[in-house]
């Protein structure tokens, strides 16, 4: 079945850096979109950043613009989340999500992964 | 960016009852709307898409229905595993923005 794996959270101090990674099976890793989303401490859902099949196209949250990429080795079918300067506020859970659509941007995210923590604190 | 207003933010309901989740985009987004299901400690469960489109293996008492700027989500007859929170988000030109998310409680 459809599969995503978010690792690579942790406790990380303000302005550092952080590496996220997402492990994909089940599917044609190399046709879909990928969609980082991530959730504050009982917060709501904030959309990241997003990646197209081939890599050629990433659009990014305007809070996190400029601060993080995003990347994905379609030979692995893997998807990362690079994230630079890091703010308190950026503590959340990191979830991974499949675009709805194979081969376009659908507007909707099916499945997500499981999450993975990021804790900015000095 | 388009905001998402979604009402009520909590909603106390019994089992059998019918009950209806509203979101508002803050300009119109045609059908680009989707619903989740998410609970506690758990990754969101897509439900609905483009506004009205049943997710394969979402049980027939969700609906949803909706274009432009108004948007409601449909359980018809809540059953126990139902209770839960549920979360509107739109999509328009590579921008994706939720609703705050509406808990769904037991009476």
Excluded at chain 2, 33 to 58: R, T
């Amino acid at each position: 079945q459809v599969q995503l794996v978010e690792s690579g959270g942790g406790v990380v101090q303000p302005g550092r850096s952080l590496r996220l990674s997402c492990g994909a099976s089940g599917f044609t890793f190399s046709t879909y979109a990928l969609h980082w989303v991530r959730q504050a401490p009982g917060k709501g859902l904030e959309w990241v950043a997003v990646i197209s099949s081939d890599a050629s196209d990433k659009y990014f949250a305007d809070s996190v613009k400029g601060r993080f990429t995003i990347s994905r080795d379609n030979s692995k079918n893997t998807l990362y989340l690079h994230m630079n300067s890091l703010r308190t506020e950026d503590t959340a859970i990191y979830y991974c999500a499949r675009d709805g659509r194979n081969g376009d941007y659908g507007g909707w995210f099916d499945p997500w992964g499981q999450g993975t923590l990021v804790t900015v604190s000095s | 960016d388009i905001q998402m207003t979604q009402s009520p933010s909590t909603l106390s309901a019994s089992v059998g009852d019918r009950v209806t989740i509203t979101c508002r985009a803050s300009q119109s987004i045609s059908n680009w709307l989707a619903w989740y299901q998410q609970k506690p400690g758990k990754a969101p469960n897509l439900l609905i898409y483009k506004a009205s489109s049943l997710e394969s293996g979402v049980p027939s008492r969700f609906s949803g229905s909706g274009s432009g700027t108004e948007f409601t989500l449909t359980i018809s007859s809540l059953q126990p595993d139902d209770f839960a929170t549920y979360c509107c988000q739109q999509y328009n030109s590579y921008s994706y923005t939720f609703g705050q998310g509406t808990k769904l409680e037991i009476k």
